[in-house]
């Protein structure tokens, strides 16, 4: 079962980074959100970070840093 669909959990990253990124006095820790009761895996909720600039008041869960920056090379070695 898939609770939110993943367009509308992108529009919320979305919405947080701008906060995170507004809020430099604030500290932030992204746990597995999504990976449960949604349906999702880690990847898919990882990939909707990929195109974001984070804000480095915004820690991000190991699984999640490890999964974003592997994305982020492998695109960055297709458009190369």
Do not use: W
Request: no cysteine; net charge negative.
């Amino acid at each position: 079962m898939r609770s939110i669909p993943l367009r509308e959990i992108r529009k919320q990253i979305e919405k947080f980074l701008i906060y995170a990124a507004e809020h430099p006095e604030l500290e932030f820790f992204v746990t597995m959100i999504g990976s449960k009761l949604a349906g999702y895996t880690g990847e898919e909720i990882a990939s909707l970070f990929i195109n974001f600039d984070i804000p480095d008041n915004v820690i991000m869960n190991d699984q999640y840093a490890r999964s974003i920056n592997e994305k982020r090379q492998h695109l960055f070695i297709e458009k190369s």
